[in-house]
C-alpha cells in the first residue's frame, strides 16, 4: 500500500476480477488527484493548442499566434499535455520550485502517451532541444524541468541554446514576456536534417519557446516544433 504523490493519502489501488492476477500498473496518483489531472483532448487553436472549452475542437488560429505570425513566427505548432488549470499550476509550481522531483512520475505516463499522439504519427525524426536554465538558476532549482520532460522521450536531445540570467517568466506580466528581449543564444548547430522539437515546462504567452525558435530559424532549421507539459 502507498501514498498518493500529491495529496499523500492512502492510495489503494481498485482491484477487479480482471486486474486480480497481473495488476495494473500502479498510478502514483490517487484516483481523486488523477481527476483533476485530465489531458488537452480538444483544442481550440491548431497553432499553439489552447485547450478548447467547448467539445468541439476548433481549426482556426488565436489572436496571440496570429500576432506571432505576424512578426514572422519560426515556430510551426504547440502541443500541450495538460491544461494549465489551478491543480497543474500547483503541482508544477512544487515541481519546479520546490525541488520536488518525484513528481514527474505523475506526468510520465500521459506524457508519453500524449507525445505519440501528436507527433509520433507525424514520422519525423527529430532532435528534442529543451529550453534551459540559466547557470544561477540551475543552481538554484538544482534541474532543468524542461530536459527532465525531454528524456522521456524517445529521441535524442541536444543542447544547442543558452541562456543569459534574467528575471523569472513567472514574475513578469503577459505584457512584459511578449515585450521581453530574446534570452537565448546560440551555441552549437545540429548538422542532421532532423526536425527541431523544442521542450518546456508551460505554454503561457508563448514568448520563450518563439525567442528560442527565431535563433534556431537562423542556423537553417526551418522545421521547428514545440512539446510542453502544460498549456
Same mark, same amino acid.
Given at each position: 500500500?502507498?501514498?498518493?504523490?500529491?495529496?499523500?493519502?492512502?492510495?489503494?489501488?481498485?482491484?477487479?476480477?480482471?486486474?486480480?492476477?497481473?495488476?495494473?500498473?500502479?498510478?502514483?496518483?490517487?484516483?481523486?488527484?488523477?481527476?483533476?489531472?485530465?489531458?488537452?483532448t480538444?483544442?481550440?487553436?491548431?497553432?499553439?493548442?489552447?485547450?478548447?472549452?467547448?467539445?468541439?475542437?476548433?481549426t482556426?488560429?488565436?489572436?496571440?499566434?496570429?500576432?506571432?505570425?505576424?512578426?514572422?513566427?519560426?515556430?510551426?505548432q504547440?502541443?500541450?499535455?495538460?491544461?494549465?488549470?489551478?491543480?497543474? +499550476?500547483?503541482?508544477?509550481?512544487q515541481? @519546479?520550485? *520546490?525541488?520536488? !522531483?518525484? /513528481?514527474?512520475?505523475?506526468?510520465?505516463?500521459?506524457? =508519453?502517451? +500524449?507525445?505519440?499522439?501528436?507527433?509520433? @504519427?507525424? *514520422?519525423?525524426? !527529430?532532435? /528534442?532541444?529543451?529550453?534551459?536554465?540559466?547557470?544561477? =538558476?540551475?543552481?538554484?532549482?538544482?534541474?532543468?524541468?524542461?530536459?527532465?520532460?525531454?528524456?522521456? /522521450?524517445?529521441?535524442?536531445?541536444r543542447?544547442?541554446l543558452?541562456?543569459?540570467?534574467?528575471?523569472?517568466?513567472?514574475?513578469?506580466?503577459?505584457?512584459?514576456?511578449?515585450?521581453?528581449?530574446?534570452?537565448?543564444?546560440?551555441?552549437?548547430?545540429?548538422?542532421?536534417?532532423?526536425?527541431?522539437?523544442?521542450v518546456?515546462?508551460?505554454?503561457?504567452?508563448?514568448?520563450?519557446?518563439?525567442?528560442?525558435?527565431?535563433?534556431?530559424?537562423?542556423?537553417?532549421?526551418?522545421?521547428?516544433?514545440?512539446?510542453?507539459?502544460?498549456?
Amino acid at each position: 500500500m502507498t501514498n498518493c504523490l500529491w495529496c499523500n493519502k492512502v492510495n489503494e489501488p481498485n482491484v477487479t476480477w480482471k486486474n486480480f492476477f497481473i495488476p495494473d500498473r500502479r498510478d502514483p496518483l490517487c484516483p481523486r488527484c488523477r481527476e483533476t489531472l485530465q489531458p488537452i483532448t480538444k483544442i481550440a487553436c491548431t497553432r499553439c493548442g489552447r485547450p478548447a472549452e467547448s467539445a468541439t475542437t476548433n481549426t482556426s488560429i488565436c489572436r496571440d499566434c496570429e500576432r506571432w505570425q505576424q512578426q514572422r513566427a519560426s515556430l510551426l505548432q504547440n502541443r500541450s499535455v495538460y491544461p494549465y488549470n489551478e491543480t497543474m +499550476q500547483a503541482m508544477i509550481a512544487q515541481w @519546479k520550485y *520546490r525541488g520536488d !522531483y518525484c /513528481l514527474i512520475e505523475a506526468f510520465q505516463e500521459q506524457i =508519453r502517451q +500524449q507525445f505519440s499522439v501528436h507527433y509520433a @504519427k507525424l *514520422r519525423k525524426n !527529430y532532435i /528534442l532541444v529543451p529550453i534551459p536554465l540559466s547557470r544561477e =538558476r540551475l543552481h538554484e532549482r538544482a534541474f532543468n524541468q524542461a530536459e527532465a520532460i525531454a528524456k522521456l /522521450l524517445p529521441f535524442p536531445s541536444r543542447h544547442l541554446l543558452a541562456r543569459r540570467h534574467g528575471e523569472k517568466q513567472s514574475k513578469k506580466s503577459r505584457k512584459a514576456r511578449i515585450a521581453s528581449p530574446n534570452p537565448f543564444q546560440l551555441v552549437a548547430a545540429e548538422q542532421s536534417q532532423a526536425t527541431i522539437l523544442l521542450v518546456d515546462d508551460v505554454y503561457t504567452t508563448g514568448a520563450t519557446l518563439h525567442h528560442a525558435a527565431s535563433l534556431l530559424n537562423q542556423a537553417e532549421h526551418h522545421d521547428i516544433f514545440t512539446f510542453t507539459l502544460a498549456r
